[in-house]
């Protein structure tokens, strides 16, 4: 079955500092590919996305290309902040019907000032 | 702009009680709708989703239920919970790729 493998945590960086998280998936076909946020004691909020391969979503800062050769989708940001603290998870989209999402084990990011 | 809300935000229970969280959603109509669960520290777990009124499709064995009586109403019930269910429940609802979710219910059993 489908699955996404996420960079274990927690990561914690000072302000200003490059962001990567990593994460690569196992899926059939061609999933749509999303990063979610959860800051604390919320609701996810999506992210960014890409729908297919080469795409880079971007939203806030943050980049992640869908790289189907390396089967990745890897979390960048070029200078954190401390409001960007927060549980990042990494999902795809599989192609049922009901659109199921599979999810990462999700990654705490603490930034410090 | 879609909107969805959940009720409770918080609930303690003890063992052996039932539950019902409850979760509508706004400004969409015939969405795919969703519940996951996640456990403290832990990733989600998707436990049911439904495309349609009356059509729920369980994706983990356990004691717990859902239903959808209306287009956009989505509920999760237990007859009688156990340690094992705390968690950060989350209803989420989609009609493409994306899914959106909504604030989430803190149950903790006792």
């Known amino acids: 079955g489908d699955s996404v493998t996420q960079m274990e945590g927690p990561v914690t960086l000072s302000e200003e500092a490059f962001l990567t998280i990593n994460c690569t998936y196992t899926?059939?076909?061609?999933?749509?590919l999303f990063w979610y946020v959860q800051y604390p004691g919320e609701g996810l909020q999506l992210l960014l996305k890409?729908?297919?391969?080469?795409d880079k979503g971007s939203n806030k800062g943050f980049e992640a290309t869908y790289r189907k050769e390396t089967t990745s989708f890897h979390l960048e940001k070029g200078s954190v902040q401390v409001s960007d603290s927060a549980v990042y998870f990494c999902?795809?989209?599989?192609?049922?019907?009901?659109?199921?999402?599979?999810f990462g084990s999700g990654t705490q990011l603490t930034v410090l000032p | 702009s879609q909107t969805i809300h959940q009720w409770p935000a918080t609930l303690v229970q003890p063992v052996g009680s039932p539950l019902s969280l409850e979760c509508t959603v706004e400004?969409?109509?015939?969405?795919?709708l969703y519940w996951y669960r996640q456990a403290a520290g832990r990733g989600l777990q998707l436990l049911f989703y439904?495309?349609?009124?009356?059509?729920i499709s369980s994706e983990v064995p356990q004691n717990l239920s859902a239903s959808r009586p209306q287009d956009r109403q989505f509920i999760l019930s237990s007859k009688k919970l156990l340690l094992s269910d705390s968690g950060f429940y989350l209803c989420?609802?989609?009609?493409?790729?994306?899914?959106?979710f909504g604030p989430g219910t803190r149950l903790t059993v006792t």
């Open positions: 400004g969409t109509s015939n969405p795919n």
């Open positions: 999902a795809l989209s599989g192609r049922g019907s009901a659109r199921q999402l599979t």
């Open positions: 899926a059939t076909g061609y999933p749509s």
């Open positions: 989420a609802q989609g009609q493409s790729y994306e899914q959106y």
């Open positions: 439904s495309v349609g009124i009356g059509q």
């Open positions: 890409a729908t297919k391969a080469d």
